[in-house]
């Protein structure tokens, strides 16, 4: 073999690199994230806040149910009419319950459990139209509660205001659990939405 073809060198030909272009990947994410509503964006990432307000709530309203239970004393024959709707206990179960939802489905989400989720929400919001409409009627029926049956003027007034705060707060968490439960009982979330590890 001749000495110059034995130290000649040796040239290889690789073929370039192939890369894939990188605005694809950006189309394609912004086209998932796009998919997703404001909306959901912000109960998918403070769904387990709002679920402990709902729990929150419920316990506060049948707190005051308890309280009403202590009415009936002389000279009072009977219950304020929003203990007598039972709201302030069907209307907490609702509202601890949808909360409840809220908080498993930030731990462990499934389809099924969002479409339960869902429906307790749902039936939280009716729950707080219908404690909306009896708070309403309470106000009306009950605002001369303590002092037309009272013989002491001198401090029916005084309970009177506690009792119709109390009234108000009523209605302060219905409308509040409204506005929390019916828009998620209408937009939900995926379960990709949903997912508690991109939902911290």
């Given amino acids: 073999m001749d000495s110059s073809t034995a130290h000649s060198p040796v040239f290889l030909v690789f073929p370039p690199e192939i890369t894939?272009?990188?605005?694809?990947?950006?189309?394609?994410?912004?086209?998932?994230?796009?998919?997703?509503?404001?909306?959901?964006?912000?109960?998918?990432?403070?769904?387990?806040?709002i679920g402990t307000i709902?729990?929150?709530?419920?316990?506060?309203?049948?707190?005051?149910?308890?309280?009403?239970?202590?009415t009936l004393l002389k000279p009072y024959p009977r219950f304020p009419f929003i203990f007598l709707s039972g709201y302030p206990f069907w209307g907490s179960v609702l509202f601890i319950n949808s909360g409840a939802?809220?908080?498993?489905?930030?731990?462990?989400t499934t389809e099924t459990l969002i479409i339960l989720t869902r429906i307790m929400n749902f039936l939280s919001a009716l729950g707080a139209i219908a404690g909306i409409i009896l708070l309403t009627f309470g106000f009306m029926l009950d605002q001369?509660?303590?002092?037309?049956?009272?013989h002491q003027n001198s401090q029916c007034n005084a309970v009177t205001v506690l009792f119709m705060g109390i009234l108000i707060a009523l209605?302060?968490?219905?409308?509040i659990e409204l506005l929390?439960?019916?828009?998620?009982?209408?937009?939900?979330?995926?379960?990709?939405?949903?997912?508690?590890?991109?939902?911290?």
Wanted: glycine share 4%; hydrophobic share 40%.
């Fill in 144 to 150: 001369n509660y303590i002092c037309g049956y009272s």
């Fill in 171 to 175: 209605m302060t968490f219905s409308i």
């Fill in 20 to 49: 894939a272009p990188e605005y694809e990947s950006a189309e394609l994410s912004a086209t998932t994230f796009s998919t997703q509503s404001p909306l959901q964006k912000l109960f998918a990432t403070k769904m387990k806040i």
């Fill in 101 to 108: 939802f809220l908080i498993a489905l930030k731990r462990k």
């Fill in 180 to 200: 929390i439960s019916l828009p998620f009982s209408i937009v939900g979330c995926h379960s990709e939405d949903c997912d508690c590890e991109q939902c911290c």
């Fill in 54 to 70: 709902q729990i929150l709530f419920g316990i506060m309203t049948f707190s005051f149910g308890v309280i009403f239970l202590f």
